[in-house]
């Protein structure tokens, strides 16, 4: 069965953009790029909100035709482009670029498109993470630890109480400082004592 996969980059204090959207400060090297080719590359899709797309659609389209643009960046590029996307949007009637339009996280059809066969499916966006956690579809966590303090923003995850027992499966720094933590959601019913973890 393939896997539902929340993969964002935060900022130290917990922040996945600043206040007016700023992605900025995100340390972005041609490692951590490569890296992130390779992981993304093997995915079977992408899930992601309407803003998050239509960035990704104003540059990743023909990111690969600048002839200064590094490797890993036209690399990147036809990743993008291929990959099939579900945007979800109340709005857009149809998207570009690979992509069919859903107006709403349905846990039924999540489900059934998990059981679907290919590679695992990423989501990206907190709105959309925080409503793929209201009904319990996220099975990892990928979060990229940016070793920046940015004071204020966007937070990738909002107050609730839905608790999720995670367990940690890998750790990675990178040569410019960030930090890849890799966990894994452990069964609905699993509860992990604090004194022994």
Do not use: C
């Not at 992408?46 to 540059?59: I, N, P, W």
């Not at 690969?64 to 643009?69: H, L, R």
């Not at 990743?79 to 109340?90: A, E, H, N, T």
């Amino acid at each position: 069965m393939r896997k539902i996969i929340l993969s964002m980059s935060v900022s130290l204090d917990g922040f996945f953009e600043g206040p007016n959207r700023e992605i900025d400060w995100h340390l972005v090297d041609e490692e951590l790029h490569q890296h992130l080719n390779e992981r993304i590359g093997a995915l079977g899709g992408f899930l992601t909100g309407r803003v998050s797309h239509e960035l990704m659609a104003a540059y990743w389209p023909t990111a690969d035709q600048d002839p200064e643009a590094p490797a890993v960046v036209r690399e990147f590029a036809a990743i993008w482009r291929d990959m099939p996307k579900v945007v979800y949007s109340r709005t857009l009637e149809r998207a570009e670029w690979n992509a069919t339009v859903v107006r709403e996280v349905a846990p039924d059809v999540i489900r059934a498109l998990k059981e679907q066969p290919g590679g695992d499916l990423a989501v990206g966006g907190a709105e959309l993470a925080a409503e793929f956690r209201r009904h319990d579809l996220i099975d990892e966590y990928t979060i990229y630890v940016h070793p920046v303090l940015i004071g204020r923003g966007r937070p990738l995850f909002r107050d609730t109480d839905a608790l999720a027992a995670l367990r940690l499966v890998e750790s990675r720094v990178f040569g410019n400082g960030v930090v890849l933590l890799h966990y894994v959601r452990v069964g609905a019913d699993a509860r992990v004592d604090p004194r022994t973890g």
